[in-house]
């Protein structure tokens, strides 16, 4: 397991096209940690889910109704949440915008080789 570049500008980040109105740049990682941009269009969903990384997410811009553990609140800007490992959790959109998703440990699932 590597690590990414110490600086990264935004412009040279691939974008990874998930499907359904949703996009993801991997910013930064090593294999303690990784820190990913998702984008949002409006009714997009998140499917509920878990995976054994525990994870933090910040709202940057939009609304999104977020459900952890069964319990559902609408998070906007400024606004964040955890979900321990395990767990599940998801969110639909409400309104366009961008997470910023911190896991630990790092995500091997989402490096490929153009990250």
């Not at 993801?24 to 949002?40: C, G, K, T, V, W």
Request: glycine share 10%; net charge negative; charged share 20%.
């Amino acid at each position: 397991m590597t690590a990414s570049k110490k600086f990264s500008h935004r412009c040279d980040i691939v974008t990874e096209d998930l499907g359904g109105g949703i996009s993801r740049q991997i910013l930064a990682y090593e294999p303690s940690l990784l820190m990913a941009r998702i984008a949002f269009e409006s009714g997009s969903k998140g499917a509920l889910h878990s995976h054994p990384h525990a994870q933090i997410t910040h709202v940057l811009s939009g609304s999104f109704a977020v459900t952890v553990d069964g319990d559902e609140r609408i998070l906007g800007a400024g606004d964040s949440y955890y979900a321990v490992p395990g767990v599940m959790h998801g969110m639909e959109c409400l309104s366009a915008g961008e997470v910023i998703d911190s896991f630990s440990p790092v995500r091997e699932d989402f490096l490929s080789d153009e990250n």
